[in-house]
């Protein structure tokens, strides 16, 4: 007699496997840092692409998050997470080294140094008198100013005092009222010709201890998304035009909507052979604490110019810090 067959008890098509919290947590934790470890690579590869570009701005407050949450997931012992976190963090160190610690001039010992202080004052900000206790904090030698303010500008002499010597671009009329950029000193100066159509800017040339030194104030447009990637590229294209018709040292300060480790800041090394000022810490947006930022307000200057210091200067009211640098001869 045969022994009747039964049909073999089928499981659910599919079923989820039966993880502890532990092991969805740390597969989520994976999921969402693996991006982050490929945005890295590509902004340590040089990738010239707007959205790579666009992401290289804030590497160095994603490096600092990424530490603290790699120590944490260490302490947590998620070994996979903490272990993806910690290349993603050395990712991230190669991205902003070249921001951090750029290539330098070494400073002559022997020469006089120059103090500039420049800032992107913000084009609604009338606060004269918190912006003259900034300049008058950093007592710099010359001063480089963006988006000069309509009430500000009406009290020049007063925001200015102890810098008779200025020149200052043609007004830039905004969303919601009109600008300036200024340069201003302590010695004499000459106001160089207006620069090409397209580029906000304000140069002219300083008779400083160190010799003549051509100064330029520059605001260049915000990037991709917010506008055409083109246009950044373009007005440093114009930058470059005015820094080939300068002779002698160059300094050139002011909001480059781009740290010097992207794309518009490789570009300025490139074309025009300047040389950034340290970007740590970061000057925008103001009120975040300054190690959180990203440094878009910069400082360059020409091989023949070291940078001795750097730093942040005290608040205006503007939404961007100040900076201040010290610069002198570079050594033979």
């Known amino acids: 007699m045969t022994n009747p067959v ?4 089928q499981g659910p098509p599919f079923s989820l496997p039966h993880w502890t919290p532990r092991h969805w947590l740390e597969t ?4 969402g840092l693996t991006p982050l470890m490929g ?4 902004v340590v590869a040089g990738v010239d692409n707007r959205v790579v570009d666009l992401l290289a701005q804030f590497t160095a407050p994603l490096l600092i998050a990424m530490v603290l949450l790699t120590a944490g997931l260490a302490l947590l012992r998620l070994g996979k997470p903490a272990a993806l976190g910690l290349l993603t963090s050395l990712l991230l160190v190669l991205a902003v080294w070249p921001q951090w ?3 330098a001039s070494t400073p002559d010992p022997d020469a006089a140094l120059v103090r500039v202080y420049s800032a992107n004052l913000y084009y609604l900000n009338n606060d004269t008198a918190r912006i003259r206790q900034s300049i008058e904090a950093a007592d710099a ?3 480089v100013l963006i988006e000069l303010a309509s009430d500000p500008a009406l009290k020049i002499d007063q925001l200015l005092e102890g810098y008779p010597h200025r020149a200052a671009s043609m007004r830039l009329d905004q969303t919601r009222g009109p600008s300036r950029s200024l340069i201003a000193s302590r010695w004499p100066l000459t106001a160089r010709a207006d ?5 906000h800017a304000v140069a002219a040339t300083v008779q400083t201890p160190l010799g003549t030194v051509n100064v330029v104030g520059v605001h260049l447009t915000r990037p991709w ?7 950044q590229i373009s007005q440093t294209m114009a930058l470059d035009m005015v820094a080939e018709g300068l002779d ?4 050139v300060a002011g909001d480059f909507n781009s740290v010097s480790s992207a794309r518009i800041g490789r570009q300025v090394q490139r074309d025009l052979g300047l040389r950034p000022a340290p970007g740590f810490p970061g000057t925008w947006p103001g009120d975040l604490p300054s190690a959180f930022g990203i440094t878009i307000d910069q400082v360059y200057a020409s091989p023949d110019l070291a940078f001795v210091s750097r730093r942040l200067g005290r608040p205006t009211g503007s939404d961007h810090r100040p900076v201040v640098t010290e610069i002198t001869r570079a050594k033979d």
Do not use: C, N
Request: glycine residues 8%; hydrophobic residues 45%.
């Open 6 to 9: 039964h049909p073999e008890r």
């Open 28 to 31: 989520l934790l994976l999921l």
């Open 39 to 42: 945005i890295a690579a590509l």
């Open 101 to 103: 610690f750029p290539k």
């Open 141 to 143: 030698d010359i001063v």
């Open 195 to 199: 620069p090409p159509d397209g580029l």
């Open 225 to 231: 998304p917010f506008q055409h990637s083109w246009g």
């Open 248 to 251: 002698g040292p160059v300094v």
